[in-house]
């Protein structure tokens, strides 16, 4: 049975795990190519207009999938963290790929960090039935993903404590907005031209995070929000940084709520700060030139 992975959402927060996965060929795992024009068109055309575009970029990667694999892999995740949760799109994305795209089999385990263990598990065993005996060794195979995806986020964690090469600038944001550079223009990339060194969230260790969220006058129960605002906070605090790049998607209600409380802080501070919405009319140009004024306003502020 051939397996689709959308290189899209959630893709880029599990990467680690689901390349091990694809290259242990335990079960046969098709991870769609990068974003591209052709897969954005699909996405819009399968999605209403309100729907965020890293949704609407998901629809398209299933498109394109379709035709290679057997059943594509979509887990409704509800909760990754006890009493907090991720944003609803993700609970109902299994039933936007069924209204979608019609009868393709899903491989669709919830994921709710507040069932027990034994429940969690019991539900990835139901969800990878139709893989018949493989099941089991794709299971075994789980184990060794997880492993490395601890690896990935361990040598992640070392940077920030090493000294910069030239200036260095946290993009903050989803992880789906940061890492796909069809959506960025490749904002990461531009940086390293420019001389900067970006780091982006899963740069921060946990406890850095948290040291960075408790400036918050109320716990955030989004998972990926807390994550960007700790970060963004402790780059305040810290000043491991010389400036933040917040990456957001136009149409998303967390991104929106998070933007404003991490600008409000900002207004008070003296790391410079810029905000970039994303949406399917963005421009690489007007993007590049924007990224290019706010390197020339850090190292011109070194200069003064
Ligand atoms: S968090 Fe925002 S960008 Fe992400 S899926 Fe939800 S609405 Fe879309």
Redesign the pocket.
């Known amino acids: 049975m051939r397996i689709g992975v959308p290189r899209a959402?959630l893709y880029y927060n599990f990467r680690p795990s689901l390349e091990y996965l694809a290259q242990e060929k335990t079960a046969e795992i098709i991870i769609s190519s990068a974003t591209n024009n052709k897969k954005l068109e699909q996405g819009l055309a399968l999605c209403d207009d309100e729907?965020?575009?890293?949704?609407k970029v998901?629809m398209g990667h299933v498109q394109s999938l379709l035709a290679d694999v057997d059943a594509l892999f979509v887990p409704r995740v509800i909760s990754l963290e006890k009493k907090r949760y991720?944003?609803?799109?993700?609970l109902g994305l299994p039933d936007m790929v069924r209204a979608g795209v019609g009868k393709i089999p899903l491989i669709a385990p919830a994921i709710n960090a507040a069932w027990s263990r034994h429940r969690q598990l019991r539900e990835v065993e139901r969800s990878l039935k139709p893989l018949g005996k493989k099941r089991t060794k794709l299971w075994e195979a789980l184990q060794g993903a997880a492993a490395a995806e601890k690896q990935q986020r361990r040598q992640l964690a070392a940077s920030l404590d090493r000294p910069p090469r030239g200036k260095r600038v946290a993009v903050l944001g989803?992880a789906?907005?940061v890492f796909d550079e069809y959506l960025n223009f490749g904002i990461l990339k531009k940086l390293s031209q420019l001389g900067v060194e970006p780091v982006t969230v899963d740069t921060f260790t946990p406890g850095q995070i948290d040291q960075g969220a408790v400036g918050l006058s109320k716990d955030l129960f989004?998972s990926?929000?807390r994550e960007v605002v700790g970060a963004a906070f402790y780059c305040l605090h810290s000043r491991a940084v010389d400036g933040v790049i917040l990456v957001?998607?136009f149409?998303?209600?967390?991104?929106s709520l998070i933007t404003e409380i991490i600008s409000r802080r900002f207004a008070e501070s003296s790391i410079p700060l810029m905000s970039i919405i994303l949406d399917e009319h963005s421009s690489g140009v007007g993007l590049a030139t924007r990224v290019e004024a706010f390197v020339d306003m850090l190292n011109w502020r070194d200069r003064t």
């Open positions: 959402l729907v965020c575009l890293p949704v998901f991720i944003c609803p799109k993700f989803h789906y907005n989004w990926y929000g957001a998607s149409g998303c209600g967390p991104d």
